[in-house]
């Protein structure tokens, strides 16, 4: 059988500070968050990610290299989620992880390293 340990904080979360972001009863804020973890990267990339007020629940997501080549694209279909992404086939570099609406205005960029 194969198993998973997941690591989280003292708040069950993946992303280290995604419990600060959506406090019960406190309205929707206006620009979309994407936080990553651990940064720099070795093997798995977390993506917490909680969409901006009034945007579908749909949003893309693409890893880009310096020179703005598109390394791999994926499609969110929540609003407040956690994805893992395995950094394993990136080699050691700069990287930015966009964030994206389904009408392709970009939303928000975050900039990341891969170590070996």
Known sequence: QRGWI??????????????????????????????????PVRDALNVYYRGKAGESKS????IVDATGRVLKSWHSGSDDETMVVFADFLPTGSYFLQ???EDGRLLHTVPFVKMK
Do not use: K, T, W
Request: glycine share 8%; proline share 12%.
């Open 59 to 62: 949003s893309f997501f693409q």
């Open 99 to 101: 964030c994206m609406s």
């Open 6 to 39: 997941i690591a989280v904080d003292d708040y069950g979360c993946l992303v280290p500070g995604c419990h600060l972001v959506s406090p019960a009863g406190e309205p929707r804020q206006e620009m979309p968050v994407v936080l990553l973890y651990p940064n």
